[in-house]
């Protein structure tokens, strides 16, 4: 009895955003007087990063440093309409509308900063850290706080703005299925290491090497943060859970933790990420949102790396012990392909 | 050549790759900025809908039918009204709209679902009566004194038995136990080129069959939704949505109350993963707080999120490969098979969504898909991260290994090979762009220490694409296999009638004879089956089904708001 090392690769695509589109998703932006601005959403923070990604974009776009801008989510009574959090939508549509929404408020405060100025607003540029300055000529600035500030007491103006974002909705073609799906597509590629024990039927992820491809990282600590928790979602799909283990039999079906099993921090297999950013064309600064397709490449990974191990081909998902067993048994023993 | 700073031996930024494409001089954007809420989540303050308690709060509970399929023949609530500390007991004759489908906001689908079964169970969970209580112990012990005399029926599990003639009816509408695409198919199809012709040419055929079984998303916390009157003739509810306004639309459906009469607030969800879109709990606590006066809660205990809440639906594929000796792969053949559960929720869209992206991110010239949504007697199946897709990656991915294997090739370099490449043209026939399939694979293997082809070393999404592998191909072949009658043309979005403009090039197997003319029905009342069962008779209306054709809801939220006429 022995245990066994395989190697197993996968890769994969993944669409961006609502399949087929018709869904929108609206923002607004506000400045107080003192140029803080709020962006405020009917959109879902599930602990995605929503309200941060949503924050840096607003800031970019606005020309003002992070710190002063904060979003607001999901009251239906102040956050305009968004489809919701979903699909690998957040980031890209409501990405999309927050910069829509942040330039109308941009430019007002440029006109603002304009007339104080007594310069034409085509001429200014934003620093990021607080100020709006002559392109070219920095002393002539004004602050974004005293431009906001001008705006309201002295113009009569408001500094905010409007945007949605919506990809027309795609018909689709009863007899080809031809269809204009999504917009953009994110990309990873995976090998997994395994170790199979030919006695009990266990298989251990013990190593997991990727490349994703995910536009723009628009932040790179909440990317890692996906991806992360992604590939372990993936191998906790690909060898540990299910509700129904004897599906399409009903039986067993788990009811708590201790029974619907998931991989804890000691199953954990080191994860070394790399990340490719080809810039989405109609992503909001190019990025794609890498949340759900991080998974996709671990599953099939897992089952050719225990082929590679053994040389049993498990095609029912998840894997589970006794699937390992039997087609080891139905074969005689481990037989190794050792082929990647 | 690795440029980027924050590498660390876990993680590493190429920002080489794609760098002409890039303006990495930004100020906000690209910055590793903590999130704005992580001090209240880190120190367990961020406020999550269940922390909003209200003085006087009441609990639901419901009572779930033991059987995969039954009749109801009566449902006594006595007892349970009696049982201490219960307020009300509600059924299905309290719920003013007492049918849905989640995507009729969408326009797509035909109501189908009760909020409690008046009637019938199709799935083992399924909720027949809530029960409203002072406490959460005093609603589970009414729970178990609701009374149901069941008339148990044959029920369906498999797919594929689910499919076959003679098989238990899941659900009225859909006599085939399938969902009707378009009206006029009970499967999407995918047609791209002539499979059958190129495997006549290829050098290996290759065939599998895969299956993904249910997942749970498994959140920490758990779905649910808290009600309350408000002094202003409104109700305020607090959700563990993923989208609020789906979740508002859907309550303002189902209660017949104007959305001006809500005020749904979220926005901090403790873990989604797609488990948190079905809108199950929002109707029923608003209901809940209409009828009593009072705050309620309506939340799932983890083994009704385990069992009752819907999964990640399980998926079963057949793929057939076409492949020549050097690794390219010339024909793709893909039966797929949704398992929707009891009823449609988003296996449909699912469905849509997996066929636009089939065969994968590789340029095959001939593919060939049909894919179906299947109603068993299941816990419904949902939303989940990579909803659509992640089981058919796995089919695909665990394929690409075995034509690797079969044609004696690294599997890396097959990927590469055969690749989308930008220019490409895809099977749902619209051209790639912005690919990074072959960079990703590239990467990897040299992280690995995999030794590639030359060829594959020098391959680039950019280059090679287009052209010839641009074109849409001269001759697809197309059929009429799964054609049904009387369901009018709902779709996705409403298509224009068109004939189709290729010819049918092979005849239409097991096609039904044409059917003679009959006059449009409403989409609502299918006239005909859609297999060769015999036609069953309808369920007993549903007592708050009058009014109006059922699907029309207050409000929509969607796009498609006005795009078809009624």
């Not at chain 1, 990063?49 to 989510?73: C, F, H, N, W």
């Not at chain 1, 810039?279 to 089952?303: H, I, R, S, T």
């Not at chain 2, 001939?366 to 990656?393: E, K, L, Q, S, W």
């Not at chain 2, 044609?407 to 097959?414: C, F, R, T």
Request: aromatic share 6%; charged share 25%; proline share 7%.
């Amino acid at each position: 009895m022995a245990l066994h090392r395989g190697r197993g690769f996968a890769a994969v695509n993944y669409p961006i955003g609502m399949n087929l589109g018709g869904d929108p998703s609206q923002a607004l932006v506000h400045a107080n007087p003192d140029g803080k601005f709020t962006v405020s959403l009917s959109s879902i923070d599930l602990g995605q990063g929503m309200k941060s990604v949503t924050r840096q974009i607003a800031a970019e776009t606005l020309g003002v440093p992070v710190e002063d801008v904060y979003v607001d989510t999901a009251d239906s009574d102040t956050g305009p309409h968004c489809m919701g959090s979903f699909a690998s939508r957040g980031t890209h549509r409501v990405g999309n509308a927050v910069i829509q929404a942040a330039q109308e408020a941009r430019a007002v405060m440029l006109e603002a900063a304009a007339e104080e100025l007594e310069v034409d607003a085509a001429d200014l540029v934003t620093d990021g850290r607080g100020n709006i300055h002559v392109r070219g000529a920095p002393s002539r600035s004004i602050t974004t706080m005293a431009a906001c500030q001008a705006a309201q007491f002295r113009h009569g103006r408001t500094v905010s703005g409007r945007g949605i974002f919506l990809i027309p909705l795609s018909e689709v073609d009863p007899d080809t299925g031809e269809m204009t799906p999504v917009s953009c597509f994110a990309h990873a590629a995976m090998i997994v290491e395994v170790e199979v024990d030919d006695e009990t039927g266990e298989v251990r992820v013990t190593d997991m090497k990727s490349a994703y491809e995910v536009g723009r990282a628009l932040n790179p600590k909440l990317v890692e943060q996906q991806l992360r928790g992604g590939a372990w979602m993936g191998m906790s799909h690909a060898a540990w859970e299910t509700t129904e283990p004897y599906y399409p039999d009903r039986a067993h079906g788990p009811v708590d933790f201790s029974s619907y099993l998931m991989p804890g921090p000691g199953d954990l297999a080191p994860h070394h990420i790399s990340i490719l950013e080809r810039p989405a064309p109609d992503g909001p600064f190019g990025g794609k949102g890498p949340g759900e397709m991080c998974a996709n490449p671990v599953l099939p990974a897992v089952v050719n790396a225990i082929y590679d191990a053994v040389g049993v081909r498990i095609d029912e998902l998840p894997v589970t012990p006794e699937k390992v067993l039997r087609g080891l048994r139905a074969q005689g023993g481990a037989r190794p392909r050792k082929r990647l | 050549m690795r440029t980027d700073s924050m590498s660390n031996g876990m993680i590493e930024f190429r920002k080489e790759l794609f760098a002409d494409e890039r303006d990495d001089t930004l100020n906000e954007i690209g910055k590793p900025t903590r999130r704005q809420d992580i001090l209240g989540h880190v120190t367990g303050r961020s406020p999550f809908y269940d922390d909003h308690l209200f003085h006087g709060l009441l609990h639901m509970r419901c009572a779930r039918s033991p059987h995969h399929a039954a009749r109801i023949r009566r449902i006594d609530t006595t007892e349970a009204e009696l049982s201490p500390g219960v307020v009300r007991v509600l059924t299905g004759r309290d719920v003013p709209l007492n049918l849905n489908t989640l995507l009729s906001l969408l326009d797509f689908g035909i109501d189908d679902e009760p909020v409690l079964s008046t009637d019938r169970v199709r799935y083992r969970g399924e909720p027949v009566a809530a029960v409203i209580a002072e406490s959460e112990a005093a609603a589970r012990e009414a729970a178990a004194k609701v009374r149901v005399e069941w008339e148990v029926l044959p029920h369906v599990l498999d797919v594929e038995e689910a499919i076959r003639p003679g098989a238990p009816v899941v659900l009225e509408i859909y006599p085939g136990n399938r969902f009707v695409y378009h009206g006029r198919y009970d499967h999407q199809k995918l047609r791209f080129g002539d499979v059958e012709a190129a495997f006549r040419t290829a050098d290996h055929i290759i065939e599998g069959r895969y299956q993904i079984s249910p997942i749970e998303q498994a959140p920490i916390e758990t779905c649910g939704a808290i009600a309350a009157p408000e002094t202003n003739d409104r109700y305020v509810c607090y959700t563990s949505t993923q989208a609020l306004f789906f979740s508002l639309a859907t309550t303002s459906k189902l209660l017949r109350l104007p959305s001006s009469r809500l005020h749904f607030i979220g926005g901090t969800v403790g873990g989604g993963f797609g488990g948190k879109v079905d809108s199950v709990h929002e109707p029923l606590a608003v209901l809940g707080a209409m009828l009593t006066g009072r705050p309620v809660k309506f939340m799932w205990d983890r083994e009704e999120e385990m069992q009752v809440g819907g999964p990640r639906g399980a998926e079963r594929w057949y793929i057939k490969d076409g492949v020549m000796r050097d690794g390219r792969i010339v024909a793709r053949k893909f039966t797929g098979y949704f398992d929707s559960g009891a009823y449609t929720r988003l296996t449909s869209y699912a469905v849509i969504k997996a066929v636009g992206h089939l065969p994968g991110p590789y340029t095959i010239p001939n593919v060939h898909a049909d894919v179906y949504c299947v109603f068993t007697n299941r816990t419904p199946a949902t939303a989940m991260r990579g909803f659509g897709i992640t089981g058919v990656d796995f089919a695909i991915e665990a394929h690409m290994d075995k034509v690797a294997e079969a044609v004696g090739m690294n599997p890396i370099d097959l990927r590469i090979l055969n690749a989308y490449r930008d220019g490409d043209m895809k099977a749902h026939r619209r051209v790639a762009k912005n690919c990074a399939l072959i960079e990703c694979c590239q990467v990897v293997a040299e992280k690995a220490g995999v030794q590639l082809t030359s060829a594959s070393r020098a391959a680039s999404s950019r280059q090679g694409g287009g052209g010839e592998r641009g074109r849409i191909p001269a001759h697809t072949a197309l059929d009429q296999v799964g054609r049904v009658e009387g369901f009018d043309t709902g779709s996705y979005a409403r298509k224009p009638a068109r004939q189709a403009q290729a010819t049918a090039a092979r005849p239409a197997a097991a096609a039904p004879a044409p059917a003679p003319p009959q006059p449009r029905v409403p989409r609502l009342e299918p006239s005909r089956a859609a297999s060769a069962a015999p036609p069953i008779p309808p369920a007993p209306a549903q007592p708050a089904q009058t009014g109006g054709p059922a699907r029309s809801g207050p409000i929509r939220f969607s796009s498609i708001s006005g795009f078809r006429r009624r």
